[in-house]
Structures are given as structure tokens and as C-alpha cells.
């Protein structure tokens, strides 16, 4: 088996090096990126939204040139695990998700996916077994048009010095930077 241009053990490793272990929804997820690598099936420049920020954005970033960092990637938190990979220009794609329907013959991949059992009684490699028996049995796919309003790049525009803190940020934030308005996650100054 391969997901995307690696092997089933090349991408367990990257996995492990870049998420920090093989967690079921790694690979499930590096499945489904796979199975939109190839129904896209595009020679134009793609960018990726991923539904979900748990596990999802890591199978992405391992398999495609799309990262949070480059903004070819973007997260729309819709809750769901699913993703869409959909050409730059055109804004036609494939949004692979993973089928509650289809995880009926599944067991421990409908237990783990609608967390119907306590993690600690879940079993790890029984999971990972079906996982792999099952692979694209498990997904759904749909051809979707992404609206015109997501395909803008959105800059940051006029960058302004905040008053308060005197670090830089956009200037269509407001007067002061979000940091200086209550939106610090921090205790204390910054
Ligand atoms: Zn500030």
C-alpha cells in the first residue's frame, strides 16, 4: 500500500517524526489526501481547506506542497473530517470526508470515529488493521466549486505600529492590535 509517494512504512515514520506517532486519524487522513491527489488529478496549482483542525492538517501538509504556513492551506472549522484539495484558478476540486455510513463492517473505526467507547478502551491496532483493510471503502467524495469570497487571497493589507505595544500588526485590525484588547491568550503583559 502507499499513501501519496511514500510507502505505508515511509509515511508511518514521517508521521511519527512530524505528528509525533501514528494516530489513527493520520492515517486515515494521509488515505484520504491520497484519494484526492488522485481524483483531482490536476497539472494546475491546487490549494487544500481542511473541515477540522484535529489530526486532518498534518496528512495534508506530509502529502501535498499545501501548509499553513504558505496559506495554501486553510482550515474552515466546520467540525467535519474532510478535506478539499481544488485547483488555485478555477476553484473546482474534490472534497473527500470520511463516511459515518460506511463504517458500519468497521467496528473499532465507527467506535474510534464516533468516539462511542472511552479512548483507553479503544484498540489501537485493531484500529490501525482496519484502517488499512478498509482504506477508501471508508470515504466519500464529492466535486464541489469553491465560492469566490475563499479563493481571494486575503492580505493583510497596511501594517500600522500598535501604540501600546509597539509591535507591528494590520492596520484593519483597528486602532490598537487584537494582543492589546483583550484577545492575549497570556497572563500578565503581551
Ligand atoms: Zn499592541
Same mark, same amino acid.
Given at each position: 500500500m502507499n499513501i501519496g509517494k511514500y510507502s505505508l512504512d515511509e509515511y508511518s515514520r514521517l508521521a511519527e517524526s512530524f505528528h509525533g506517532n501514528v494516530a489513527p486519524g493520520v492515517l486515515i487522513g494521509g488515505i484520504m489526501v491520497d484519494a484526492a491527489l488522485g481524483r483531482l488529478n490536476t497539472t494546475r496549482l491546487y490549494d487544500a481547506i481542511c473541515e477540522? !483542525?484535529? *489530526?486532518l492538517p498534518d496528512a495534508i501538509q506530509l502529502l501535498t506542497p499545501c501548509t499553513m504556513g504558505n496559506g495554501w492551506l486553510r482550515i474552515v472549522?466546520?467540525?467535519?473530517?474532510a478535506l478539499t484539495l481544488y485547483e488555485k484558478d478555477t476553484g473546482r476540486g474534490v472534497r473527500v470526508f470520511l463516511d459515518a455510513g460506511k463504517t458500519a463492517p468497521w467496528p473499532e473505526v465507527r467506535n474510534w470515529y464516533l468516539k462511542l467507547r472511552p479512548k483507553r478502551q479503544q484498540d489501537l491496532e485493531a484500529l490501525i488493521d482496519e484502517i488499512l483493510k478498509a482504506g477508501v471503502n471508508l470515504l466519500g467524495f464529492q466535486d464541489i466549486e469553491v465560492l469566490p469570497l475563499f479563493l481571494a487571497r486575503q492580505s493583510k493589507g497596511e501594517i500600522a505600529l500598535c501604540p501600546v505595544c509597539g509591535e507591528a500588526y494590520p492596520?484593519? !485590525?483597528?486602532?490598537? *492590535?487584537r494582543g492589546c484588547t483583550g484577545q492575549s491568550p497570556y497572563a500578565g503583559p503581551g
Open positions: 477540522t !483542525h484535529s *489530526c472549522d466546520l467540525g467535519r473530517f492596520k484593519n !485590525h483597528g486602532p490598537v *492590535c
